[in-house]
Structures are given as C-alpha cells and as structure tokens.
C-alpha cells in the first residue's frame, strides 16, 4: 500500500504544482472517484504555503467541490494571495484536472482567512464539551468493506454506534502522508478528515440512499495538537433532498473548530 495520498510530479509546471493521486484517495461512492477529504487537504496545503508569513494562520477554510474530482490522471494545484493586508488576508487556491475533452478545468476550490496572531492565552474560552478519550473508542473495521481506498488510510474509531440518536462521535488518525515524503502539517491533519463528518453525522443507511456533500466550511479557533482529530457531527436532512451536517472539531486537549457542509441527498439507484 501506498503511504501517502498523493506524490509531487513536477512543483514548477506552468498551470501549478502537479500531482498523481494514489489508490488512497478513492471515494467510498465511487473508486473513479476522489473523496473530499484529500482534495481538502491539499488545497489547504497550498492556502499554507502560498506567500507563507509565521505571523499568520488560517482562520476559516472554505472548501467548494465543483463536481466529481477523478481518482486518475493528472492534478494540478494553483494559489494566490486575494486580499493582501498587515491583519487579514483572503488566500484562494484551486484544483484541476483533466476533463473529457483532455483539457484542464476546475475541479475544486478553496478560500481561507488568514488573520495575523498574537497572544491572547488570558482569554480562551471553548465550552463545547470535550469528547471521551481515544481508549474509549472502538474500531469498525470498515476497511474489510471496500477495495483500497480513502478509509484504508485511517485508524478511525466511534464513541457512538452509527445512525444512532443525537450527535455522531468518533476519533480518526490518518496514517499516511498527504504528499509523499512530506510531514502534514496540523492544519493539513485535520483537513484530512474534516470532511468525515458528514458520514459520522449521518442516520441514513448507505445502502439505500447517498448523502455526498459539495462543500464543506471550517472555522479554526485552535491549531490542534497531536495524532488524533475528534468529531462530533449531526446530520439534517430537509423534506426536498437537501441536508446540512453541523460539527464541532476536536483535539484531545478539547473543541478546536467548527465544520459545516452542505449534503445532497438521493435514494440510491434501483431503489
């Protein structure tokens, strides 16, 4: 198996740095698809790095999934600086890929916040109660269920049985790179599962219905810590076939960020 999500081609092609993807970012939907998850990461990736200050950080991350992003094939990924500021800062950054007719389009896009930092420990506050400890959680195995792909790249336990009452709850630890070779950083962790959320807040069975998001926003109010990333999520589903999933991220130190996405929701085919 392949220890990383995807592998740096060439960092100084002309439409942006370019990219192979692995088995590991298959969708649990579709293998030709990619799951949102990677895609998130490493557009973040590029929010990061894109004209990098170490007085700065990513406040918000607005991630648009613009249709199916192909699991083979070439990837390209491009950022630039929106709107430049001492304080503030809107970073953009976007995904290609090849389309049918073999030119590069537009697959996916991502917009971040980036606010200048300073101290303010005499002030933290997060009330949103912490999750129970990693040693309370328990493994699925949900790898025995699919060929290789994106949750063969986790270690993701539940605190929660799925489509349960209430809230969703699980810990996940991804054990391979976003790009070979690379460390990920925190904020590239933890986008390397944000997009779970929508899967843990779920009460549909996913053998009768799809519930794929197209986009998902995240606020950071801490960088978190260590291996693991906590979510807790619910998922609400609308009389028309739209459904939003409402989350709070979590570190083990305690409640990091929030997550919203929109869910478009279909009976599955046949049924």
Do not use: C, Q
């Given at each position: 198996m392949s220890d990383s999500y995807y592998e740096l081609v060439d960092s100084t092609d002309t439409l942006?740095?370019?990219?192979?993807?692995?088995?590991?970012?298959?969708?649990t939907w579709s293998a030709a698809i990619q799951h949102g998850a990677p895609v998130s990461a490493l557009l973040v990736r590029a929010l990061e790095r894109c004209e990098a200050r170490d007085d700065t950080r990513?406040?918000?991350?607005?991630?648009?999934?613009?249709?199916?992003?192909?699991?083979?094939?070439?990837?390209w990924v491009r950022s630039r600086i929106e709107r430049s500021g001492k304080q503030v800062e809107l970073v953009?950054?976007?995904?290609?890929?090849?389309?049918?007719?073999?030119?590069?389009?537009?697959?996916?896009?991502?917009?971040?916040?980036?606010?200048?930092?300073?101290?303010?420990?005499?002030?933290?506050?997060?009330?949103?109660?912490?999750?129970?400890?990693?040693?309370?959680?328990?493994?699925?195995?949900?790898?025995?269920?699919?060929?290789?792909?994106?949750?063969?790249?986790l270690d993701w336990r539940w605190?929660?049985?799925?489509?349960?009452?209430?809230?969703?709850?699980?810990?996940?630890?991804?054990?391979?790179?976003?790009?070979?070779?690379?460390?990920?950083t925190q904020l590239e962790r933890l986008f390397a599962v944000a997009d779970d959320a929508n899967g843990i807040g779920t009460k549909l069975d996913i053998r009768k219905w799809?519930?794929?998001?197209?986009?998902?926003?995240?606020?950071?109010?801490?960088i978190p810590d260590g291996e693991w990333i906590g979510i807790r999520a619910e998922t609400n589903y609308g009389p028309d076939g739209i459904g939003t999933t409402i989350g709070t991220l979590f570190d083990e130190g305690g409640a990091v960020g929030a997550i919203q996405q929109s869910v478009l929701v279909r009976p599955m085919p046949g049924r």
């Open positions: 942006g740095e370019k990219f192979s993807a692995t088995d590991l970012v298959r969708s990513l406040s918000r991350v607005m991630i648009d999934l613009l249709g199916a992003v192909p699991a083979e094939g070439d990837l953009t950054a976007e995904m290609l890929a090849l389309g049918r007719d073999g030119e590069p389009r537009p697959v996916a896009r991502a917009s971040g916040w980036r606010l200048k930092t300073i101290d303010t420990t005499e002030v933290v506050h997060a009330p949103a109660p912490p999750l129970r400890p990693v040693t309370e959680a328990k493994s699925r195995d949900m790898k025995k269920d699919w060929d290789t792909n994106y949750v063969h790249s605190l929660t049985k799925p489509m349960s009452e209430g809230p969703g709850e699980s810990w996940i630890r991804p054990e391979v790179d976003l790009v070979k070779g690379e460390t990920m799809t519930f794929m998001n197209t986009d998902l926003v995240v606020h950071v109010h801490r």
